[in-house]
């Protein structure tokens, strides 16, 4: 038993820090709106350091730490079996592998983003009347785009298949792109405009192959 003076039990004689964390991550898988309010504001700020520093700058445009951090409290709420915690720490690489599946997913869901907005700039679709709306042939027309720009990666020779990954996936700046392939600035950008080039005629041949230009 120990006395607590600050945080929760404050001024009381309670369990071990750690054993009231423990009924507090019970009853908040249980819904308790009390519990789950103690423990976010136990557990937020060691798990906020944690995100900021695996999310790096380009997932930190693509969603806010704190967005991600409420994602993965509502995993904790939710974890009504998880392995048996003796210290905060435990919890903690618990909760931490859980954040880092979620960034795992962003980063997932960010690349597929990227990939389909480079796509639908070397590829557009539109619908029969003009427009961009989404519509089931156009999701199935634009997945077709993103596989056909997968397989024209695939076919570039490996300097220009890195350069378009470095700058049009990975979105990386020009001064990073250099750094990262040794080369100056105007090579780089130089052999980015004939990657981009390249790729765009092999969508294009594609395009017109058999039973696209009406003349297969």
């Known amino acids: 038993m120990t006395i607590r003076g600050t945080g929760f039990g404050k001024g009381r004689v309670v369990r071990s820090d750690f054993d009231e964390a423990a009924d507090l991550l019970s009853r908040a898988a249980r819904g308790d709106p009390e519990a789950r309010r103690l423990v976010v504001e136990r557990f937020q700020d060691r798990l906020l350091k944690r995100i900021r ?22 995993e904790i709420f939710k974890e009504r079996s998880h392995p048996p915690f003796q210290t905060e720490e435990d919890f903690l690489r618990w909760a931490s592998r859980l954040l880092e599946n979620r960034i795992r997913d962003l980063a997932r869901r960010r690349k ?52 378009i990954e470095l700058r049009d996936l990975d979105l990386l700046d020009y001064k990073t792109i250099v750094s990262r392939m040794d080369r100056s600035a105007d090579a780089v950008q130089m052999l ?21 230009n009406g003349n297969g």
């Not at 520093?53 to 509502?74: H, I, K, M, N, W």
């Not at 389909?116 to 009347?129: F, G, M, T, Y």
């Not at 980015?192 to 696209?212: F, K, M």
């Open 53 to 74: 520093r695996q999310l790096g700058p380009a997932l930190r445009d693509f969603t806010e730490s704190a967005d991600c951090l409420q994602d993965v409290f509502l």
């Open 112 to 163: 597929l983003r990227v990939f389909e907005a480079l796509a639908s700039s070397l590829v557009l679709r539109r619908s029969p009347d003009g427009s961009s709306q989404a519509t089931p042939s156009s999701v199935a027309a634009r997945n077709e785009d993103v596989e056909r720009l997968r397989d024209a990666l695939r076919a570039l020779p490996p300097e220009y298949r890195l350069v």
């Open 192 to 212: 980015h405009a004939r990657a981009l080039a390249r790729l765009s005629s092999l969508l294009g041949a594609r395009d017109a192959g058999p039973g696209r």
